[in-house]
């Protein structure tokens, strides 16, 4: 297990997801982070050679795996400024609100960005050669003198030291009235969905100045509003396929082929609420912060305030699986609506072979659960209890008397501390946890014989 810190601010650990594994702290002290460096979103590639994340300062920083394992700064870009609309008068925040990769065709990267109101498209790529010996231009780039230039030569290729260069090749802008939440590349790998509150958009990859809504939940009166979408992500395998999920804690599944616009679902993911057990949080807590297909394509993997749930495609009616995230928050629901951490959207992952889900919480905690023992971990994601040669021990919350030292009351939790960001590879047990301006990698290795290596921590020098 390697441990690197790989820039100022920004701590890279890869660890055993199963016994919890970590060491060294960053280089920089994380608990005075800069709004701008906050991370809010994390993605890897199709392959997981790569891992994206965006601040809310605009910025894309691209990690790339190393051959030891380790991921290190490939890239740093600003894909999103600041920007007022004037017609509205409003400020548009340079904040990343999702990167999605697109399937790689050639040697060149490509992913879309997006923060409330503007999506760009992205192509990374690495140029290790420059061309020399132009006939019109001298050496520093100059117009040489025409009258000079007595002979005509070939330009020849030059090794250089290798340059990334990230440059935009598209911008989808003007399309959505509200801020945009999600973004999903289909699986036909040339059209994308956009979403905001009340609408879904269909782009194509090469047409910016149009795209066409699918979805579509404004009312005719605004006062008539009952929901809004929350999140919305393309089926894995089927191109005609799409979810978007509500406020109201319902999941639609729609199909393009039977109608142009999907405002009637072809199914419905609701689960029933006893009418006895209503409160006044409870439309607050069943709000749908995030959506994730199975790998298989088969099921449904859905986070709201308190659970995640499992869904079956082919079962409507129930959630197969139900998982308590912080059941132990129940009682705190007022304290938390009045801090507004009750409106916190946390994202779930699936592991590369859909047996295992993750999600995070409180107190820098994150939550995993194996569908098939059932049994679950929380571990803890924090500059304070990853010290070197230390194993990173699972957690327990409890509401009433410590049984433990280790144990950790509910009152003592930090809700400023939140795992609101997760990412998992798409093959290997390696995941991807965002707490503030760190970023946490925590990875199992094995040894060729099937065993655990022991804890080897390397830190790299800030970049």
């Known amino acids: 297990m390697n441990i690197s810190a790989t820039e100022p601010g920004l701590l890279a650990q890869q660890c055993d997801r199963r016994i919890g594994r970590a060491a060294a702290p960053p280089l920089v002290p994380s608990q005075n982070a800069e709004p701008a460096d906050v991370i809010s979103t994390v993605e890897f590639n199709q392959t997981g050679e790569f891992l994206a994340t965006g601040d809310k300062g605009g910025r894309v920083v691209i990690f790339q795996r190393e051959p030891q394992g380790e991921y290190n700064v490939y890239s740093t870009f600003q894909s999103h400024e600041p920007e007022f609309d004037y017609l509205k008068s409003l400020e548009i925040e340079e904040k990343i609100n999702k990167i999605r990769w697109l399937p790689p065709h050639n040697p060149a990267h490509f992913l879309l960005a997006t923060n409330d109101k503007t999506i760009k498209l992205w192509k990374v790529s690495e140029r290790d050669k420059r061309a020399e010996g132009y006939n019109l231009r001298d050496e520093e780039g100059r117009l040489k003198d025409l009258s000079t230039i007595t002979t005509l030569q070939v330009p020849v290729l030059r090794p250089m030291d290798l340059l990334v260069e990230a440059s935009p090749r598209r911008v989808f802008a003007n399309a959505h009235a509200y801020h945009?939440?999600?973004?999903?590349?289909?699986?036909?790998?040339?059209?994308?969905?956009?979403?905001?509150?009340?609408?879904?958009?269909?782009?194509?990859?090469?047409?910016?100045?149009?795209?066409?809504?699918?979805?579509?939940?404004?009312?005719?009166?605004?006062?008539?509003?009952?929901?809004?979408?929350?999140?919305?992500?393309?089926?894995?395998?089927?191109?005609h396929l799409l979810a978007f999920s509500s406020s109201t804690g319902t999941t639609r599944l729609c199909d393009m082929r039977a109608q142009a616009l999907c405002d009637q679902h072809a199914k419905l993911f609701e689960e029933a609420v006893d009418p006895s057990?209503?409160?006044?949080?409870?439309?607050?807590?069943?709000?749908?912060?995030?959506?994730?297909f199975s790998h298989s394509g088969r099921y449904l993997l859905t986070r709201d305030?308190?659970?995640?749930?499992?869904?079956?495609?082919?079962?409507?009616n129930k959630p197969v699986e139900t998982y308590q995230v912080h059941d132990y928050l129940r009682t705190k629901l007022c304290s938390l609506y009045e801090s507004d951490c009750i409106f916190d959207k946390f994202e779930c992952a699936w592991n590369g072979t859909d047996s295992v889900i993750m999600t995070g919480a409180y107190n820098n905690y994150f939550r995993m659960f194996d569908r098939a023992?059932?049994?679950?971990?929380?571990?803890?994601?924090?500059?304070?209890?990853?010290k070197r040669r230390a194993v990173l021990q699972p957690r327990r919350v409890c509401v009433g008397k410590k049984r433990k030292e280790s144990d950790v009351s509910v009152d003592s939790l930090d809700f400023r501390k939140k795992i609101l960001h997760t990412a998992w590879h798409p093959k290997e047990n390696i995941i991807a946890i965002a707490a503030s301006n760190n970023l946490y990698i925590f990875q199992d290795r094995l040894t060729p014989n099937g065993h655990h290596n022991t804890p080897e921590i390397q830190s790299a020098p800030p970049k």
């Open 277 to 292: 057990h209503r409160s006044f949080f409870s439309e607050i807590v069943s709000s749908v912060s995030d959506v994730k």
């Open 373 to 386: 023992s059932r049994r679950d971990v929380t571990l803890e994601a924090s500059r304070e209890v990853c």
């Open 180 to 239: 945009i939440n999600s973004i999903s590349v289909n699986s036909d790998c040339e059209t994308y969905l956009s979403a905001d509150d009340l609408r879904v958009n269909l782009w194509h990859l090469n047409i910016t100045d149009r795209s066409f809504n699918i979805v579509d939940l404004k009312p005719e009166n605004m006062e008539d509003l009952s929901e809004v979408i929350t999140v919305a992500e393309f089926h894995p395998h089927h191109c």
């Open 305 to 316: 305030y308190l659970t995640v749930k499992v869904w079956d495609l082919n079962m409507e």
